[in-house]
């Protein structure tokens, strides 16, 4: 790559007025040196920080960068992301007290920003853990969300009408045989119904 000794496959770009590489063995800014317009002879390039990633897209909140350490054992925060003056940059290891709950590999993470702020993450052995992080206000959860068979895949969307953000999940269970179902996590603020998987239905009375 462009500010480095070595060469290393790039796992992932993000940015918005200057462009964020993740690369196996270190992150990198490049941004424009005329009008922050990045072309052949124009490139301003940078090396801050040297964790390595892996080939897992990361997630561009608010505040902060996290993307997946090349181990796909933690998690880490890049909270110099929103600095595009700078190139200093200070990552945090967001998984350092969790450790006893990822058993395998991480697979995906997914950003929930309404109506709180909550980043999940799906682990190869089926399993789901949820970060609720407001870091202005200096608050950090972890949730581990057990469910019945495996979680596939994970994705966010917004609701129709536009009040928060739906997190769905894709997962496989095995009832006599081998299915596939599609759930809506639910959220205490909109919704009643708090279990792991239901169905509503009006009966008449005889």
């Known amino acids: 790559d462009i500010s480095a000794t070595r060469q290393d496959q790039i796992q992932w770009m993000a940015g918005e007025r200057a462009l964020i590489l993740g690369t196996l063995s270190r992150e ?13 002879s124009s490139v301003d390039a940078a090396s801050p920080t040297g964790y390595g990633s892996a080939n897992i897209q990361p997630i561009l909140g608010p505040q902060a960068l996290f993307f997946v350490h090349k181990t796909k054992r933690r998690l880490y925060e890049n909270i110099g992301v929103e600095d595009f003056g700078s190139d200093d940059r200070q990552v945090s290891d967001r998984t350092i007290f969790i450790e006893s709950l990822i058993e395998s590999d991480i697979k995906g993470i997914a950003y929930q920003h309404t109506p709180r702020p909550v980043l999940w993450m799906t682990l190869t052995d089926g399993t789901c853990l949820s970060l609720t992080y407001l870091r202005e206000h200096v608050v950090t959860g972890w949730a581990f969300h057990p469910t019945r068979g495996d979680i596939i895949d994970i994705g966010v969307i917004p609701h129709p009408s536009g009040e928060y953000d739906q997190v769905w999940l894709l997962t496989e269970r095995i009832s006599g045989t081998l299915y596939m179902e599609v759930l809506i996590v639910k959220d205490r603020f909109y919704d009643e119904l708090q279990v792991d998987c239901a169905m509503l239905t009006t009966v008449t009375p005889p």
């Open 28 to 40: 990198h800014t490049l941004r424009g040196s005329v009008n922050h317009i990045i072309t052949p």
